[in-house]
């Protein structure tokens, strides 16, 4: 991975075998990045992504393996507990044209992915709603 600071954008290269969940972990980490907006294409060759239900308040995940293009990645960095949080949602189309995608758990790059991370000033945190199930914005 190699990435540019540009004020209040990173652009980000994720490199073939590398996943893009923990890239953008490591550059906000290193950046410190604590609040953002992500946006991304590319493409990767094995991927998770999930569904929620609020009636059973659990994910039904699907895996995906073979050549697949990013048809967008998009989603917040923020905080829980002052520690980096990011929630993504990625549609990845096959050779096909048809579409797959959800909730973002895991997604390893095949050829390349192309990431823009917009910085906004201060924080939000997350807080668990056991109501909903899930990691809510908290402000």
């Not at 004020?7 to 994720?14: A, E, L, M, T, Y």
């Amino acid at each position: 991975m190699e990435y540019r600071v540009f004020s209040d954008k990173v652009i980000v290269r994720i490199d073939r075998g590398e996943e893009i969940c923990e890239q953008l972990k490591a550059v906000c980490e290193k950046e410190g990045i604590v609040l953002a907006s992500v946006s991304a294409i590319g493409a990767v060759g094995d991927f998770t992504v999930g569904v929620f239900s609020p009636e059973s308040k659990t994910y039904k995940s699907n895996n995906f393996k073979g050549d697949y293009e990013i048809v967008s990645l998009s989603g917040l960095v923020t905080e829980m507990d002052g520690k980096f949080y990011s929630h993504l949602h990625m549609s990845a189309a096959d050779g096909d044209g048809r579409v797959f995608g959800g909730h973002l758990n895991r997604a390893v790059v095949s050829a390349t992915c192309e990431m823009v991370i917009t910085v906004s000033e201060g924080r939000i945190d997350r807080k668990f709603s056991q109501d909903i199930g899930l990691n809510l914005l908290e402000f």
